[in-house]
Each structure stands twice: as structure tokens, then as C-alpha cells.
Nanobody, 115 residues
Framework: QVQLVESGGGLVQPGGSLRLSCLASGNMFSIATMGWYRQAPGKERDLVAT???????NYAASVKGRFTISRDNTKNTVYLQMNSLKPEDTSVYYC?????????WGKGTLVTVSS
């Protein structure tokens, strides 16, 4: 069982920045693919970004160039740096752990972009 705890969400003005963190339990973090997903009210959960164990990254078109995913295997933590935030980025952001067909989700952290 892997537990994921997200943090760093909050209220930010349009054009602002936030950094989300996701701390994972266990000793297999370094070989897992990690991802950030988001879900707005009344909508499906969508991919934001993923990072492989080797550091390869993948982004949704809507966030490319504004968001950066990174990981620190020494801290069992994956980050999502979000810049130039827009109101449409308002969502609950979830961390996902993926390893050999086994997936775990965090409980999410709310990001609200509003003036």
C-alpha cells in the first residue's frame, strides 16, 4: 500500500504561481511513474502531467509551457510548479502513483484561481 499526501493548494490570483507537492510512502518511489491529474466540478478527471522513473515528462496541451513536473527521489516527492495560472486551472489536483499496473491516488488538493 502506498499513501500519497498532496499539499500546496490554495487561492491565487490569475497570473500567479503555486507549487504543489506530493509525498509518497514506501520504498519503491524511485521506480514509479508519477502523475498529476485534476478534476473540476462536474467534469472528468484529466491528466495534467506525468514523469517517469527516468525523468521523462509528458504534459497536457493546456498546461504545456506553464506547468513543470519534477521529482526528488531522495524525498519521495513529486512537484508541480504552476505558473501563469488561469481561472480555468481551478480544480482539485490529484497525485497518482503508477508502478507495474498498480495505481494509487492521493486525496487531492484544491487550487482556486480567482481575483
Amino acid at each position: 500500500q502506498v499513501q500519497l499526501v498532496e499539499s500546496g493548494g490554495g487561492l491565487v490570483q490569475p497570473g500567479g504561481s503555486l507549487r504543489l507537492s506530493c509525498l509518497a510512502s514506501g520504498n519503491m518511489f524511485s521506480i514509479a511513474t508519477m502523475g498529476w491529474y485534476r478534476q473540476a466540478p462536474g467534469k472528468e478527471r484529466d491528466l495534467v502531467a506525468t514523469i517517469s522513473s527516468g525523468g521523462n515528462t509528458n504534459y497536457a496541451a493546456s498546461v504545456k509551457g506553464r506547468f513543470t513536473i519534477s521529482r526528488d527521489n531522495t524525498k519521495n516527492t513529486v512537484y508541480l510548479q504552476m505558473n501563469s495560472l488561469k481561472p480555468e486551472d481551478t480544480s482539485v489536483y490529484y497525485c497518482k502513483y503508477m508502478n507495474v499496473g498498480v495505481n494509487y491516488w492521493g486525496k487531492g488538493t484544491l487550487v482556486t484561481v480567482s481575483s
